[in-house]
């Protein structure tokens, strides 16, 4: 679990980054993608489990479409 904890010694991102926060998530703590989404802009939040392409597929390629 290091590497989500520990802090990311890549480059500096210089590109956006969307990140989905899944609400009804029971593999992460809720912690743990609010934590990944910190730096994220925008963070989009989705009413679904870990994977939302299963239980909202058109949920995530909405998001993936805005993004562009």
Do not use: K
């Amino acid at each position: 679990m290091s590497g989500v904890t520990a802090p990311s010694t890549g480059p500096e991102r210089r590109h956006p980054v969307t990140y989905i926060v899944c609400e009804r998530d029971q593999v992460l703590a809720p912690a743990v993608p609010e934590r990944l989404a910190a730096d994220a802009d925008p963070i989009e939040r989705l009413p679904s489990s870990h994977q939302p392409m299963f239980s909202l597929p058109d949920a995530p390629a909405d998001v993936l479409d805005r993004a562009r």
